[in-house]
């Protein structure tokens, strides 16, 4: 039998050849596709460690940002050491960076910024709480992209970090008068003022701060209900510097009082405290001048003080101020003393000097406040926490009346015990015991990552 075999027609010939040309341009897309994405996946992933470093750095960074050019010192160590600690590339280069990559500023913009080698003075570090760390672009090995020709490999980390908020209370008192004894700015620590007399401009004037801004005349927290989230917790969210200005308001309210009550697990409608945020101390016991009940201040103050706080007077000057200390101040010129604070090194045997006569009965050692059981001590019944009865307050230059939106001068930041509550029927006022001025003008705050 004959094979008979069928010519191949040729437009049959030319489609094999046109679906080889389609595969080889198929498989030069697809290599191509591969290759982009490949390249911009290890792109984004470098772009994810770098970004992840420059974050770590400015959050251990700024938290040594103190006003201090030693605090900027500290700041560019860390930062610095800690982007070290991280890797890109696939976890396979460290991340280096130097002081050309870190600049300081007092806000978290880039027009407050100045680069960290320009601060060499303590001056200029005083409103420098804000840290921004650039890690430079960083050019990486394609692996595909060089067929694209136009693919750039390059990315960086960039991150800002700094206070959020402040653990400074928005409530202020004046510098006062010299006492004619050992002072900070006016006070004594161990004795206890009425917040509403510590101004030397007349009796019964409150300061309390905006809250939210101390650029002058911009105040955008002047109701009473706005400024209480900040009295709850005891924070403000900028940093008072010495030297420089804040803006003050005057006046008095039960909601704010209130809000200062919160230490006490004081909890309503009116200061819209959240205990979650402003829990109350571990020590709730009110030390008032008058108790009867055991560990009130005439357990331990060999002559019962007749008022809470120190007495004030108006002198031959005109100023309104505690009593002199070379008047001789009487026993009962005193208040409350010693319930939390007492000057440095101080002991008991030393009462009848410091206060005129005044001696120590059974103080407690430590002080009533610190003591965790006993007459001295009470415990909330919310959630607490300790210390939350210690307010850091701005002491300031107090040259003009009272207002809306008025500056006012940073002196200092001074330690003030709450030693009662603040809003009660018969005494609606804030009486705290000074423990000193901070060390350092710069608070503690809690840092967050702005940008």
């Not at 400024?227 to 917790?233: E, G, Q």
Request: proline content about 7%.
């Amino acid at each position: 039998m004959k094979n008979l075999t069928r010519p191949v027609p040729d437009s049959m010939r030319r489609q094999h050849g046109a679906v080889a040309i389609i595969v080889g341009l198929s498989l030069f897309i697809l290599v191509g596709m591969l290759a982009l994405v490949l390249d911009l996946g290890h792109l984004y992933v470098a772009k994810t460690e770098l970004q992840n470093a420059a974050d770590a750095a400015a959050l251990s960074g700024a938290k040594e940002l103190d006003g201090t050019v030693a605090g900027i010192t500290r700041a560019q160590n860390q930062a610095i050491q800690t982007a070290g600690l991280n890797k890109y590339d696939l976890n396979a280069t460290a991340v280096t960076i130097n002081a050309a990559n870190l600049m300081v500023g007092s806000c978290p913009d880039d027009g407050c910024m100045v680069a960290i080698s320009s601060v060499t003075s303590s001056t200029l570090a005083a409103d420098k709480t804000f840290l921004k760390v650039d890690t430079g672009q960083r050019s990486l090995d394609a692996w595909f992209a060089p067929i694209w020709n136009t693919l750039q490999t390059q990315t960086y980390g960039m991150a800002v970090a700094g206070k959020y908020t402040v653990d400074v209370a928005p409530i202020a008192v004046c510098k006062l008068e010299d006492p004619g004894t050992t002072n900070e700015l006016g006070y004594e620590r161990g004795v206890t003022y009425k917040v509403s007399d510590s101004n030397p401009l007349g009796p019964g004037t409150m300061y309390w701060l905006d809250p939210e801004s101390n650029i002058p005349g911009n105040c955008p927290v002047t109701s009473t209900n706005d400024t209480l989230p900040y009295v709850c917790t005891g924070r403000v969210s900028y940093t008072p510097i010495v030297g420089q200005t804040v803006n003050t308001n005057t006046g008095i309210s039960d909601p704010q009082l209130e809000a200062v009550d919160s230490r006490f697990g004081v909890f309503n409608s009116k200061n819209k405290c959240d205990p979650s945020t402003a829990p109350a101390d571990t020590n709730v016991k009110e030390y008032i001048y008058d108790s009867a009940t055991a560990g009130s201040p005439r357990d331990w103050m060999g002559t019962d003080p007749t008022q809470q706080s120190i007495r004030f007077i108006t002198d031959a000057a005109g100023k309104y101020r505690p009593v002199p200390y070379g008047t001789p101040r009487a026993p009962t010129d005193y208040g409350v003393l010693w319930s939390a604070f007492r000057p440095t090194g101080a002991t008991t045997a030393q009462w009848s000097s410091l206060y005129s006569g005044q001696s120590a009965t059974s103080y407690p050692e430590p002080s009533p406040y610190a003591q965790t059981s006993g007459n001295f001590f009470t415990a909330p019944t919310s959630a607490s926490k300790s210390g939350r009865r210690v307010m850091n307050m701005t002491i300031l230059e107090c040259t003009a009346a009272g207002g809306v939106c008025r500056t006012a001068t940073v002196l200092g930041v001074g330690k003030f015990f709450l030693q009662k509550k603040a809003n009660t029927p018969s005494d609606k006022e804030i009486y705290v015991e000074f423990g000193g001025l901070l060390p350092n003008p710069l608070p503690t705050g809690e840092i967050r990552l702005y940008r």
